[in-house]
């Protein structure tokens, strides 16, 4: 069954379906639900159906693309990539339940972007070609470029030609990387290119032209000035697809590129990633801590709170080669990856409870607010909720895979550890300030005592990130043994010296 | 005494078929004109099709088989996979002109009878030119095409504009033919011989040949002549006029049909003639590729009039078409056919939309002409948008794969630093394709009534058609690619 297969090009041509018979806004929006519906429910076999007994890609697919270049049509996932596919999925739901009211203008385009873009995220976790992986990788911008340029903000069209122009530049040096590749190896399979004989320096080069790819996407201090613009910018679904998503391919890349093709380049310069994740967490937790627009102040956080995430990836590196203890390796790939899926869950909801009061007061500053705990009980309630999953309260998912990259981090540098255990305390103190200042205290002006709570499109958004952000925090178990086997091999394979 | 090989072979003729059918029908039809009526112009413009469309199925048919050539007239006229490729796409192209101007050029009181048969005979010398078997048949070919553009230029002739850009076109048209048959003089003074394929095997280039310093100053002046014909910079000059003076079909014509024809000069006269100077050849053109990327995209940037930007882009991109010509090997001249055939099949829809959106006395030639026209015809904004992102190279895109191909040719070639320079401007380049976007998607239109469309069905359809071939060659362009490995007999 070709189930992967289905997953892309479903959304794909849902998007085709939608522009063309939805010229009526009510119709293309049922359309479109129903397209995200069916692909949520399509992508939950991938995980019951998932083998977690090796870690040989599963659900595979291949067809000859160009033969000339050996270039495949070539699909296959293991746990790491179902768990970011059932997340797209999961949130492309959500996002079109959440655009039902605030998007009235051009209905069917902004409904088949988002569908468009669902269906090109899945590819890129499916792809085992690195061609079709750029391709897909590459294409998704198109369709975020037109959400945030036509529904955006008022500074949109700067802030899209940046995001536009910024992600392009970092991936076209990728691409003269995988093109090197080629040239070794004759194919673009990302197994042979793992498998590729490459000297030190070469490693390096093509560690360098990987990491200006993906450190942007993340994005990783210094080239993450994208992001606030392009956050604040966007519509809300934008954002929330751009935070729980976009972000997470940067460091998905890093996982299926740079380690296992570069790893000896990895290790090399793994205190260069490491220290640049280490400013993203103390540095831009205090940008963020000074934000005065909501948007741009969950921006800066994700930033934070990706820093994480590249933090456990190449810390695993350190503790393998250097102190040969692959399971505390394991624990922070393990743990950048909850981390990645808990910031889907948590900065898609953040988003979606900014989008909830921007729809009611058009401001997404935080001194227009004030006591909105008073008007909207409910939404306050859910809105602390998922505050407390950024600063990683424990029981929330935001407290696990912090604390396992925390925990692999102390095996190798205590040092480390106690600098990311930081963002702890910065985390907490721009998070509870906002919402000290918005949803607490004395209603603010007479426009917040107006605001009238959620209606029950929002629950339903609301409430579901609220179930995922809870069930990583409880019960993360299903969700590691799923990773677990790709985990494992990933650790096993840093193992192995290539030069 | 009779030379044996001087005898004439009327078989030859066969080989010479599609040719002599375009001849024959370009003829006619410029009988049949005669006796045509303003009003009855359309028949003119079915029968020119149909000589296309003739010409056509005479190359597919009678086409040689693969890997295999075919000479005629002693070597002077050549049959093989490469040519074939270069005038289906010709022909196609000056038929996609044909469709496209059609309305345009009506409206323009400019649907006369020599705008089709200056198209035809341009046409017939582009394919003289592409199976240019020796130095004449490629002056022949190249004359007939650029006189007949001369003409074609200059065809509004009450527009000063039009004017200006046709006696600039002319002016340094003319010089590049003089400088190309200088350099075509020393090579046959230092060889004795016209023949490309002779010229290729007795041209001695080693350090002790007496006839070094002739063959290097002709190879200089077939480079020149070349870059000018294609417009790579610093022979860009005349480009920017001419593609903004010229009635917008015509700067299709030229912009596309025309750069085929002038790749396949190109090959004929470097690769077929001046193989042995590869080195040295590869590194003036690596010189002039980087040259015309920088140059091209910085000035477009700059650019208000869109096809004064498409000029300046079209230098990017024969900057890019130059770089498959470093590699030097068939899996780089193949690279850069896919390319050139890339470009002009999305510089078809781009000129193609501006005539769509042309009206009479109104040239929508202003990039601001495109403001919001998402909300006047999304479909047409569409397929605009496709161009766009396929001229930047987006995947997943038809564009994205053209350049890829070349990258991986000049990678190949072990040329890295040509490589960035191309990514680099590759990214200057994505501002100005993204900025029509953004006023096609982003901008409020100036009025905000639906597009009003030419009535012209065909001109819609194929206009449609060729966008949505940009996004279909994006998925599925391994059958072109394979084909243009095999019209240079590359191995993939």
């Not at chain 1, 269906?119 to 890129?124: D, E, I, M, Q």
């Not at chain 1, 490491?274 to 103390?282: E, F, H, W």
């Not at chain 1, 930033?303 to 503790?319: N, R, Y």
Request: hydrophobic share 55%; proline share 4%; charged share 10%.
């Amino acid at each position: 069954m070709h189930l992967l297969s289905l997953l892309i090009w479903l959304p794909i041509l849902g998007a085709v379906a939608v522009l063309a018979f939805g010229r009526q806004a009510n119709t293309a929006r049922w359309l479109s639900l129903a397209v995200a519906l069916a692909t949520f429910a399509l992508s939950i076999p991938l995980w019951t159906g998932y083998v977690p007994a090796g870690p040989a890609m599963q659900f595979v697919e291949q067809l000859a693309w160009i033969p000339a270049l050996k270039a495949n049509y070539a699909l296959g996932v293991d746990g790491i990539a179902i768990a970011l596919i059932v997340l797209t999925t999961f949130t492309s739901v959500l996002v079109v339940i959440g655009s039902w009211g605030p998007i009235d203008n051009r209905v069917s385009q902004y409904m088949a972007s988002m569908l468009a873009l669902e269906g090109l995220l899945v590819g890129v976790f499916a792809a085992t070609d690195a061609l079709l992986f750029y391709v897909f990788f590459e294409g998704m911008l198109i369709p975020m470029f037109i959400i945030i340029g036509i529904w955006g903000g008022p500074r949109r069209v700067y802030a899209t030609l940046k995001f536009f122009i910024y992600t392009f530049l970092g991936s076209i040096f990728m691409l003269v990387g995988l093109i090197y590749l080629h040239m070794k190896t004759g194919e673009f399979s990302l197994a042979a290119f793992a498998h590729a004989p490459l000297s030190t320096r070469e490693q390096a080069w093509l560690f360098f032209a990987f990491l200006a790819g993906f450190a942007i996407k993340v994005p990783m201090w210094p080239v993450h000035t994208w992001l606030p613009d392009a956050h604040v910018e966007a519509p809300t679904g934008g954002s929330v697809i751009l935070a729980a998503i976009m972000l997470k391919v940067g460091g998905y890349g890093f996982i299926r590129f740079s380690l296992p093709i570069t790893p000896d380049a990895s290790q090399e310069y793994a205190w260069l990633v490491i220290a640049l994740s280490l400013i993203a967490v103390i540095y831009i937790g205090y940008v963020a801590l000074v934000q005065e627009d909501m948007k741009k102040l969950i921006a800066y956080s994700s930033v934070a709170h990706m820093g994480f995430v590249t933090l456990g990836i190449f810390i695993a590196l350190a503790l393998v080669r250097v102190d040969g203890n692959p399971d505390g390796a394991r624990l922070g790939i393990q743990g950048a990856m909850v981390q990645m899926i808990s910031h889907g869950f948590v900065s898609g909801a953040l988003f979606s409870c900014i989008g909830v009061m921007y729809d009611r007061l058009h401001t997404r500053m935080i001194k227009d607010y004030g006591g909105v705990a008073n008007s909207m009980p409910w939404f306050a309630a859910f809105a602390v909720l998922f505050a407390m999953a950024n600063c990683g309260l424990p029981g929330t998912s935001g407290f696990v895979g912090e604390f396992m990259v925390i925990l692999s981090a102390f095996q190798t540098s205590p040092l480390v550890a106690l600098l990311a255990a930081f963002t702890l305390i910065i985390s907490a103190a721009y998070t509870l300030w906002l919402v000290k200042r918005v949803i607490f205290g004395e209603v603010g002006n007479d426009k917040v005592a107006k605001m009238k709570d959620l209606d029950a499109r929002e629950w339903i958004v609301l409430g579901a990130f609220a179930l995922g952000v809870l069930a990583v925090g409880i019960y993360p178990k299903p969700l590691t043994d799923l990773m677990e086997p790709a985990v494992l091999q990933i650790v096993q394979q840093l193992g192995l010296a290539k030069a | 005494m009779i030379m044996p090989e001087s005898t004439f072979n009327p078989s030859d003729l066969w080989t010479l078929l599609p040719e002599l059918f375009l001849l024959g029908a370009t003829c006619a039809i410029l009988l049949i004109d005669l006796f045509l009526k303003p009003s009855q112009r359309d028949i003119t413009h079915l029968l020119s099709l149909l000589a296309l469309l003739g010409a056509g199925v005479l190359v597919w048919t009678g086409a040689p088989a693969v890997g295999q050539g075919v000479a005629a007239f002693n070597g002077m006229f050549l049959r093989d996979g490469m040519a074939t490729v270069l005038k289906l796409f010709v022909l196609l192209m000056t038929g996609l002109v044909a469709v496209y101007g059609r309305g345009y050029m009506r409206e323009r009181k400019l649907q006369v009878g020599e705008f089709y048969l200056l198209l035809l005979f341009a046409t017939l010398g582009m394919m003289l030119l592409v199976s240019a078997g020796s130095l004449v048949t490629v002056y022949v070919g190249l004359e007939l095409l650029t006189l007949s553009s001369y003409a074609l230029v200059a065809l509004n002739r009450d527009s000063s504009i039009s004017s200006e850009a046709a006696i600039k076109y002319f002016v340094l048209g003319a010089m590049a033919s003089g400088l190309l048959l200088y350099g075509m003089s020393m090579i046959y003074g230092a060889t004795g011989t016209l023949d490309l394929a002779k010229i290729h095997a007795i041209a001695d280039f080693s350090a002790n040949s007496p006839h070094r310093t002739l063959l290097a100053f002709g190879l200089v002046f077939l480079v020149v002549g070349i870059g000018f014909k294609l417009g790579a910079a610093p022979f860009h000059m005349w480009l920017p006029d001419v593609y903004q003076g010229a009635p917008t079909a015509i700067t299709l014509f030229i912009g596309s049909s025309s750069k085929l024809a002038a790749f396949g000069m190109t090959y004929r006269l470097l690769e077929g003639a001046m193989g042995g100077m590869q080195p040295h050849w590869t590194l003036m053109l690596g010189v002039l590729a980087a040259l015309s990327l920088a140059i091209g995209n910085v000035f477009a940037i700059a650019q208000s009039n869109l096809k004064r930007m498409l000029a300046y882009s079209t230098i990017s991109h024969v900057g890019f078409l130059l770089l498959g010509f470093v590699n030097g090997t068939a899996v780089g001249y193949a690279a850069a056919m896919f390319y050139t055939i890339s470009y002009v099949l999305m510089a078809g829809v781009a000129f193609g939309m501006i005539m769509l959106l042309a009206r009479a006395g109104f040239e929508a030639e202003e990039i601001d002409d495109f403001k919001g026209l998402n909300r006047r015809n999304p479909w047409y904004a569409g397929v605009m948008a496709l161009a766009m992102f396929s001229l930047a190279g987006v995947p997943p895109l038809f564009g994205f794969f053209a350049k890829l191909m070349v990258l991986k040719a000049v990678i190949d070639a072990g040329q890295m630093w040509l490589a960035i320079v191309a990514i680099v401007f590759a990214i200057v380049g994505l501002y100005y394709y993204l900025r029509v976007v953004k006023v096609m998607y982003f901008d409020a239109p100036q009025d905000d009534t639906p597009l009003a469309l030419p009535g012209d069905r065909a001109f819609r359809w194929v206009l449609s058609a060729n966008g949505l071939a940009l996004l279909a060659l994006g998925i599925g362009w391994s059958p072109l690619l394979e084909w243009c490995y095999r019209a240079f007999g590359a191995q993939g």
